[in-house]
């Protein structure tokens, strides 16, 4: 396959501390306002740059943008969501999910993926590790945030995967990672709250906090 050296783009222009930090999880998408092809371009330019080991590059990005199937799949990803929550909780579909779950707000997307705009399935080739493929995906959310377009990263269950790599036409031998809805938000971006650093760092070993800490 051919190299190519890309300049970055003007249209990246939000200061990366800006991104990170006003980066959340978006699950409200509006159906009814396109990305462009160029945005879709520009974002899979970034994944593109991400380090990757040996420089082997084995990151693959299935695009889905026909209506149609993306309201095909998510019928599937409904059926995958689900099923993630019967294995670990024994809900089926249309749980009453308790108040303080953390799931209450992630069912949002088994609801609301079948409306978005964009979906993107990330895949590694033969060769290539996890390690490799989710740094681009990393770049992908932060390019997509800088334009102003909203992003979850999401998976599936084994359940699916059969009949998702067959509506694709997905080859045998390539590893499914990650499911990443796109679109504008109908909501706002950050701030967002997470965890103090000092109590999630450990200093030079195990249960030893960081110098910051209180």
Known sequence: MKMARLKPPAALNMPIG????????IRRLDPDRAISDGDLKLVLDAASKAPNGGNVQPARFLVIRDRQRIAEFGELYYEAWWAKRKDAYGWEPG????????????????DELRHAPV???????????AGSVFPGVQNLLLSARALGIGSVLTTLHPSVMDRVNGMFGVPSDVDFYCCIPLGYPRGNF????????????HWDQWDARPPWAE
């Open 190 to 201: 950050g701030p967002t709250s997470r965890f103090e650093t000092a109590d999630t760092t």
């Open 18 to 25: 800006e991104a990170m930090f006003s980066q959340r999880a």
């Open 95 to 110: 749980h009453d999910i308790p108040a303080e779950s953390p799931y209450r707000m992630a069912s949002l997307m088994a």
């Open 119 to 129: 979906v993107i399935l990330s895949f590694g080739v033969p060769g290539g590790f």
